[in-house]
């Protein structure tokens, strides 16, 4: 129920910087054109592209909260992910266009009005803002983390577009514009990056950022009645979902005792590393005979009690 609750609140976060989005715009497009600033146009197309993103964001929300059925047995939690991975390279095009309209403008300089780049720089940073504070506690979620950082950006790029503005008031120079453009440009690239490159590690099914599959099976041989771990596989299904495969030796014990170490191998993993989705497989002593198999560590080491 509280997840529910928390996509629908964020949802209604969305559809709202939808509207303010597209009315925002509008005007920076207009008003940019009218003053000939390629950094307020540029901050218009980096404004476009969360539209898509947007929509696309919200979109993995209903699909997240969807349950899992016959053929997706995981359910839609990946639904989120693949919107971050989307919306990444939506913004690195849009950062690759910024870049070239920059240097177009540094060839061929226009006049910048600096009035009317501040007047809506400032509504920008209104807008921008707002819509990031109503975001930063919904960010750990990745697809809701890739909208916080397309704001977060827009809001940073705002505050570049004033201080240029009275830049160019104050100094005349016309090339600030365009270097400003670059500078947002950057920013955008940057975030595009790390949006990508974790939305891939989670699509790829690579270990969870943070973890160490080392330091796992090591938490699970401290459990009473472990003897060995391998075959060790952790992926990640959502944002904040995590799954595990693994192989334990044990004894050969009853199996009342066969649950009680399973119960406890899985309450470790959730509390310690957030796994809540286990598979474990056992292996009793009597079953392995003398062929034994480890995980084996980056160095070429094994991991498991000695006897």
């Known amino acids: 129920m509280h997840e529910l609750k928390h996509g629908g609140s964020s949802g209604w976060v969305v559809k709202t910087a939808v509207v303010v989005t597209l009315a925002l715009v509008v005007t920076e497009f207009v008003v940019g054109s009218m003053g000939h600033?390629?950094?307020?146009?540029?901050?218009?197309?980096?404004?476009?592209?969360?539209?898509?993103?947007?929509?696309?964001?919200?979109?993995?929300?209903?699909?997240?909260?969807?349950?899992?059925?016959?053929?997706?047995?995981?359910?839609?939690q990946r639904a989120g992910v693949l919107a971050a991975f989307v919306n990444g390279l939506i913004l690195v095009g849009v950062s690759l266009y910024i870049c070239f309209d920059g240097y177009r403008r540094m060839v061929q300089p226009e006049p910048v009005s600096a009035g009317k780049m501040l007047i809506v720089g400032i509504i920008a940073l209104a807008v921008n803002a707002s819509v990031t504070i109503g975001l930063a506690r919904q960010h750990r979620d990745l697809n809701l983390r890739a909208v916080f950082i397309h704001y977060l950006g827009d809001t940073l790029s705002n505050v570049g577009i004033i201080v240029g503005a009275l830049l160019i008031r104050s100094t005349g120079q016309q090339l600030i514009d365009p270097l400003l453009a670059f500078l947002i440009a950057g920013m955008i690239l940057w975030s595009a990056i790390h949006v990508i490159a974790e939305s891939a590690d989670i699509l790829l099914e690579s270990l969870p950022k943070g973890m160490s599959l080392e330091q796992i099976a090591a938490a699970m041989?401290?459990?009473?009645?472990?003897?060995?771990?391998?075959?060790?596989?952790?992926?990640?299904?959502?944002?904040?979902?995590?799954?595990?495969?693994?192989?334990?030796?044990?004894?050969?014990?009853?199996?009342s005792e066969s649950e009680r170490i399973g119960h406890h191998v899985r309450e470790v993993l959730a509390h310690k590393f957030g796994i809540t989705h286990s598979t474990i497989q056992f292996e009793h002593e009597h079953e392995l005979g003398e062929f034994h198999k480890y995980m084996p560590e980056p160095a070429g080491k094994k991991v498991g009690r000695e006897q």
Request: proline residues 7%.
């Open 37 to 76: 600033s390629l950094a307020l146009i540029g901050d218009g197309w980096h404004n476009l592209s969360d539209v898509p993103t947007l929509i696309f964001s919200w979109f993995a929300l209903y699909l997240e909260q969807k349950p899992p059925d016959r053929q997706r047995t995981y359910g839609y």
């Open 221 to 255: 041989l401290r459990i009473p009645g472990v003897r060995e771990v391998h075959d060790v596989h952790v992926w990640s299904l959502g944002s904040e979902s995590h799954a595990l495969s693994c192989h334990v030796h044990i004894l050969d014990v009853p199996t």
